[in-house]
DNA sequence: CAGTATCCTGTCCGATACTG
DNA sequence: CAGTATCGGACAGGATACTG
């Protein structure tokens, strides 16, 4: 990932690729938001190299998604659990089961995401704070104070 | 992306990332659910060079999330737009946007999601059908009817 | 303008072997 | 159990040149 290209300081989406861009980051973060904590756990779930997990977590701790804590002194053992921003990431990872669930449905297992308690269907939907639901198409993403002249003008070209 | 791992089949995260899992697919996404078309377009706005170019756009034309569709003949020209497939991916990149904006403000570029109309900010959220708002920590993803044995075991044995 | 054709590099990832 | 050390392959992605 190293593409470093103009867009990733301006777009908010390219900036969060380059932190959780990878297949196998994605699928740490999922399990490691299922309760996941340790080497051997997510070894055995994912079937991924022990190399390549040493790198994924490691690249996970660096970008602060997770968190690295002893749970073991003599043999010092780490386990690996989600940190403030890791544990938000559940969001993104719940539109994309939404997604996959309504166009890959057909295809394998089909799962689907309800509330706890009541067992009834939810999806990811667009709010105000006040919890008043805002269809998507009404939505824009719109330049903050911060935004540079350039991603304004991107932004308000926006159709959309 | 040639991973083909059992859990490929499985997990709904795994089987979207299968389809839009690269960095530039998504970026291509993004852009396309912005309003780009045209071969032209895509490539000024990301700085992608063109062979790529040319494979993320037939990629995501064969996953079904973008469609060629001929503006002109003679010279015969294609222009790509979102499926439906496509614009319902809009609720996904959303939530990037959303969180990216919580946890990487402060560098570059600030932006926004808010109501066109009033401007108010708007955030994603899981909800009921029925526009009632649920707190992601009661949703949980459910194994579905089609869903095998593994595959329940595996959603069951989330604390979450 | 909308690509195709080549060539090249980086690195993601897999497989396997080894260690305290 | 929780990794580290190597090796090799596939391919995403970059750069550049060319075409109807």
Redesign the pocket.
């Known amino acids: 990932?190293?593409?470093?290209?103009l867009i990733s300081d301006e777009c908010p989406i390219a900036r969060s690729l380059e932190r959780v861009?990878?297949?196998?980051?994605i699928l740490i973060m999922r399990d490691a938001l299922h309760g996941l904590r340790?080497?051997?756990?997510f070894?055995r779930s994912l079937?991924?190299?022990?190399?390549?997990?040493?790198?994924?977590?490691?690249?996970l701790v660096e970008v602060g998604m997770l968190e690295?804590r002893p749970?073991?002194q003599r043999?010092l053992?780490?386990?690996?659990v989600p940190t403030a921003k890791g544990e938000d990431f559940r969001m993104v990872l719940m539109s994309l089961v939404a997604w996959g669930n309504r166009h890959y449905a057909e295809e394998g297992t089909s799962v689907e995401v309800v509330e706890r308690q009541t067992g009834r269907a939810v999806q990811p939907m667009m709010a105000t704070a006040e919890g008043q639901l805002i269809p998507l198409d009404q939505c824009v993403v719109q330049a903050g104070p911060a935004a540079s002249t350039g991603m304004r003008q991107r932004l308000e070209s926006i159709p959309q």
């Open positions: 990932m190293q593409r470093k290209s861009g990878e297949w196998w980051s340790r080497f051997d756990e070894s079937g991924i190299a022990p190399n390549m997990l040493t790198r994924r977590l490691n690249g690295r749970y073991s043999p053992r780490y386990e690996y």
